[in-house]
């Protein structure tokens, strides 16, 4: 947890800032040109996930810290990594990174809002979340770092073009670095945890990649956006969820959601790749 509060905002601030260097101005020109699969995908990530994630709450008995952790990781943006995935399956990888940037640069907003929404009105639990600070903490780690990405790529394009394929190995395997660090100061713990929460995340994951199969058919079109839905959906940022939670709280209970949906997520992941003959 110490390590996750010290380094965490550091690491996210690098991997926002490398997914910034990624998001050039005529990919947004493209994606919005036809905005019907930007708007699905982006209801898909914040109003179906935190849904069901209200509805696990509600229906499933649990402890109210893993109520909460559930709750923090369906409200985060999608991950990074959804953009790399989203390229091995053949998808629409300009909406992906469309998708990931303004869920991210969002945050700053969403992420409170709905955290204060939760705890005032849906589960009467006092978060001690001062909203505006938590706001200015969350932009400045999560949001700025992407500006700043988009800014160096536009000044400097030679010099990004150039650099941005390390930086984004470099962003992915410090990603992967929080997360299992993370993981690994609990290993002890892991089994446990499990037997708390497996069943319960897996049942989340099968629910978060049936409902955006289902909104996916219904209101795409071309086989390549509903596969970058789908993975944007599927992969939630654990990083940024382990920081901010790591932020809100002291003990680790609240985190460990996050920690068995980091996991699980990634093995669904490869399930779907697996699959991809199911076209449609």
């Known amino acids: 947890m110490e390590f996750v509060k010290l380094v965490g905002p550091f690491g996210v601030f690098f991997i926002m800032f490398a997914l910034g260097l990624n998001l050039k101005i005529n990919r947004f020109l493209r994606v919005f040109s036809k905005p019907k699969n930007f708007i699905v995908g982006i209801l898909c990530q914040i109003v179906v996930l935190p849904i069901i994630g209200l509805i696990i709450i509600n229906y499933l008995p649990m402890d109210k810290e893993f109520q909460i952790g559930i709750f923090l990781l369906l409200i985060m943006p999608s991950a990074a990594m959804s953009n790399y995935a989203t390229r091995i399956a053949n998808g629409n990888v300009t909406l992906s990174i469309c998708l990931t940037s303004v869920c991210a640069l969002f945050s700053f ?147 460990i959601p996050i920690t068995i949906y980091a996991l699980l997520q990634y093995c669904f992941l490869l399930f779907y790749l697996g699959n991809m003959k199911i076209k449609s």
Not at 117 to 133: K, R
Not at 137 to 144: G, M, Q, S, V
């Open 109 to 255: 907003i969403t992420v409170p809002l709905y955290l204060n929404l939760f705890s005032n009105f849906l589960y009467n639990y006092g978060f001690d979340l001062q909203l505006f600070t938590f706001s200015v903490k969350t932009f400045l780690f999560i949001t700025l770092p992407v500006f700043i990405g988009i800014f160096c790529r536009e000044k400097f394009p030679d010099f990004f073009q150039k650099y941005t394929f390390t930086l984004d190995r470099l962003a992915f395997i410090l990603f992967l670095s929080i997360v299992f660090i993370a993981i690994y100061t609990e290993k002890n713990n892991l089994v446990s945890y499990f037997d708390d929460v497996g069943v319960t995340m897996s049942l989340i994951l099968v629910l978060v990649f049936l409902s955006s199969f289902i909104i996916t058919q219904i209101f795409i079109d071309d086989v390549s956006s509903k596969r970058a839905i789908r993975i944007e959906a599927l992969l939630q940022n654990g990083a940024m969820g382990f920081v901010v939670g790591s932020l809100l709280f002291s003990e680790i209970q609240y985190l």
